[in-house]
């Protein structure tokens, strides 16, 4: 749990400050200044249009993690709720759940990205919807499937048994149980989140190709790889780095644990 | 001629004409019944009880039967002289005929449904519509819900028991003033037949009728019954009042069986079950049936597979049965997860082998606890000082409850578990197997614990062993499973006697080789 708190909390404070504190203008361009190396003003550089690419990464960063929350959010909480209900009622529920998982991991979430672009403009929160959405098929099946699993065990008889109200055994009983796995899940995923934001980015998927993001600086830098590789180098940085906090975080989720099992860690 | 006697036989005499020497087989029974009475009829086999009484009301064809003396009816008419269309309306309007066998009396290709409102519509007069409604009432009354599967059922797809009393709502429903009911139970066991009393007794509340209950258990009679006559031999061999004709047992009829059970009333009944899972061919359960009584501490024991386990379950409701009923108090108990399952209308718990596991492990004890008061609807106030006086109870210290489960041992787990239970004020207690995982000393102990709580608490308990010794030491009556079967049914120290199944034997004698103490044993 420790380095869940730690990893996410250190991103939400960044994610809170980028959005509060504006370093330069990422936009501004200085011909005069381009391919700088890092120096005071500009600590990793600039770029061929004498942008800091500081700037760019750290808003870069926000409409990633933009996506981020918003599709994790989306897909975490329909596929919980989804997941739980058909795997604990069954019958209609369980098969209008599977039903909807399977459609929303048949559809391509890219097309599907694309098209809600096109429909609602180009801003992170859609894209990060759109991307939840497609997600959330996966979720619920691991939810149902564990959920089902917890049914049968002997607590849930008991507790059943008591007479205690179906909410209060889903939130109490099972819920807790079933969001360790999950946010394991998400941990993986959210590294495909980020490479999916940064790939609709660089096919140009914004009509404003100014708007720092990764993606689109991938795009931008691309014909310079061979000459200066170093630009490149950031945005695939971030990338990859984001992603791994997030699986390192993750992984092997549990909610709370007994001084028993804390020894054996 | 007296017009208070509702019935009135005089010097009635019944023989076979074809018979060569002429004798009677009744040979002058003289009886009067006032209004209300309920007269229990018993004597041994072939002793006249039922031909008296088809005579008396006119069943037997007397091109057949030579009937002589008189069968009054309300001091006014005899019955054996009456007109064959008096005599049918009389049968179907003044007399209710509850007959032995059900299933021969019902119609195997009409639901019961149908033939309850069609016999109901023919002897009341009344339109098919009411005729059903009444139907439904008189099955509500005898204990079967008027589901829509209930009501599609044909009688073969109803117990023995339930057939029964379906026959007794169909006479019932027509209110009939005399009601003959000719050895209605003795095709039933023994629960069943409790059952069928503890009906009649709820009917005598409610509707006022004269009754003549033919039976050979006195038991049975002593409950119903205000008068008794004994038959022996085409004679009544003796009458009175119920009480002292049973007390005081003049001749050797009575004699035969006076020895009646103390008033036990039936707590849970569990009728005719039957289950297969899918996975596998064979029946786990096939057509198990035993009564609990209140009170009573019943061990449920036999080898691994037997179907103990999932009998439990089926009984608590945790799984689902392909047919037969679980009962409480007449009642069907729904399924776990159904609407009309509550705590107070169904006080039936059960501690499972596994105690850690049957507590959600990431919780305190002291939650759960909390969790289950809650659901039973205690108040806040009260629910610290129940849940302190039930842990002393259960001989465990108070701090027990601020650990979690996995930091307490199997024997306090198990007595946490027993205490969860009866937060809840339960009535019926199933025990799962509960102290196999234990020490023998800790077995000891939640045996000691498990039998002091029932009797204060007037508990009535099913406690599942493989275990024949623990079953001695804590039951008061034992049941025992093999493959599916029931095959014994009585006092745990009976199980050692030599009129047992092979099977039983069985496991006394394995019993034996293992614990050579069984003679010495201190209770």
């Known amino acids: ?265 | 001629m007296n017009n208070e006697y509702i019935l009135e036989l005089k010097d009635l005499r019944v023989g076979l004409r074809s018979a060569k020497d002429g004798k009677n087989i009744i040979k002058g029974v003289d009886l009067q019944l006032m209004p209300g009475d309920k007269l229990g009829v018993v004597g041994s086999s072939g002793g006249g009880k039922s031909l008296t009484f088809s005579a008396s009301m006119g069943f037997l064809d007397q091109r057949q039967w030579n009937i002589q003396g008189e069968s009054i009816y309300k001091g006014q008419e005899n019955i054996l002289t009456m007109k064959n269309e008096e005599r049918e309306v009389f049968r179907r309007k003044k007399l209710g005929y509850i007959p032995q066998n059900a299933l021969n009396s019902l119609n195997p290709h009409m639901k019961i449904i149908d033939q309850m409102s069609q016999n109901i519509s023919f002897c009341n007069g009344v339109s098919k519509h009411e005729a059903k409604d009444i139907a439904i009432d008189g099955l509500e009354f005898i204990g079967i819900e008027p589901t829509r599967a209930n009501l599609n059922k044909y009688p073969h797809q109803f117990s023995g028991g339930m057939r029964q009393r379906t026959l007794m709502a169909m006479v019932l429903a027509k209110e009939p003033e005399i009601i003959l009911a000719d050895e209605p139970s003795s095709a039933l066991d023994v629960l069943n037949q409790a059952r069928s009393v503890e009906l009649l007794q709820r009917l005598m509340e409610r509707y006022s009728f004269t009754m003549i209950y033919i039976s050979h258990s006195p038991g049975m009679v002593r409950k119903l019954c205000n008068k008794i006559i004994v038959f022996g031999q085409g004679i009544v061999v003796e009458s009175g009042d119920a009480d002292e004709v049973l007390d005081m047992p003049v001749s050797t009829h009575t004699n035969n069986g006076v020895k009646i059970s103390p008033e036990r009333t039936p707590i849970l009944q569990v009728e005719n079950i039957w289950k297969t899972f899918d996975s596998k061919e064979k029946p786990v359960l096939k057509g198990v049936s035993f009564t609990l009584y209140e009170g009573e501490i019943l061990g449920l024991a036999g080898v691994s597979g037997c179907g103990k386990s999932t009998l439990s379950r089926i009984i608590t409701g945790i799984i689902p049965m392909d047919s037969g009923n679980v009962l409480f108090r007449d009642r069907e108990i729904p399924g776990i997860g159904s609407r009309d399952r509550s705590l107070d209308r169904f006080p039936v718990q059960m501690i499972f082998q596994n105690a850690i596991a049957s507590f959600n492990q990431d919780y305190t004890i002291e939650y759960s606890l909390k969790e289950a008061c809650i659901a039973s609807g205690m108040d806040r106030e009260n629910i610290d000082e129940e849940i302190r006086s039930i842990i002393s109870e259960c001989d465990l210290p108070i701090e027990i409850i601020k650990k979690k489960p996995t930091q307490v041992s199997g024997g306090q787990m198990q007595r946490l578990a027993i205490s969860r239970a009866l937060l809840t004020k339960p009535k019926v207690l199933i025990a799962d197997e509960i102290i196999s995982a234990l020490d023998l000393s800790t077995q000891i102990k939640i045996l000691d614990l498990l039998k002091n709580l029932a009797k204060k608490r007037n508990l009535s308990v099913i406690f599942i062993a493989h275990d024949l010794m623990a079953v001695r030491r804590v039951a008061d009556r034992a049941v025992i499973l093999f493959e599916g079967e029931k095959v014994f049914d009585q006092e745990p120290q009976k199980i050692w006697s030599q009129e047992v199944h092979p099977h039983v034997k069985e496991l006394a004698d394995a019993v034996e080789k293992v614990n050579l103490n069984l003679k010495n044993d201190e209770d």
């Open chain 1, 1 to 265: 749990m420790k380095k869940v708190y730690i990893s996410m909390g250190i991103i939400f404070l960044l994610y809170i400050l980028t959005m509060i504190i504006s370093i330069q203008n990422p936009k501004t361009v200085n011909m005069g200044s381009a391919f700088l190396p890092t120096s005071h003003e500009h600590l990793l550089g600039t770029d061929q249009f004498g942008r800091d690419i500081l700037s760019l990464m750290i808003y870069g960063f926000n409409r990633t993690v933009s996506v981020l929350l918003a599709a994790i959010a989306i897909s975490m909480i329909f596929g919980l709720i989804l997941g739980i209900c058909s795997g604990y009622f069954g019958g209609a529920v369980e098969v209008f759940a599977r039903l909807f998982s399977d459609i929303s991991m048949i559809i391509p979430s890219f097309v599907l990205a694309l098209i809600a672009t096109a429909k609602f403009g180009a801003n992170p929160v859609t894209i990060g919807i759109v991307l939840g959405v497609c997600d959330i098929g996966i979720y619920s099946n691991q939810t149902e499937a564990l959920t089902k699993k917890l049914k049968d065990s002997e607590y849930i008889q008991a507790v059943e048994l008591l007479c205690i109200p179906k909410t209060k055994i889903l939130l109490r009983h099972i819920l807790p149980k079933v969001v360790g796995p999950a946010l394991t899940l998400m941990g993986g995923k959210a590294g495909s989140i980020v490479l999916a934001y940064a790939s609709l980015t660089f096919i140009g998927l914004g009509t404003d190709t100014s708007a720092p993001d990764w993606g689109t600086m991938l795009y931008q830098y691309r014909t310079y790889l061979i000459d200066r590789p170093i630009l490149l180098l950031w945005p695939s940085m971030g990338i990859l780095i984001l992603a791994l906090i997030f699986y390192y975080a993750f992984d092997n989720f549990k909610m709370s644990r007994s001084r028993e099992e804390l020894l054996y860690e």
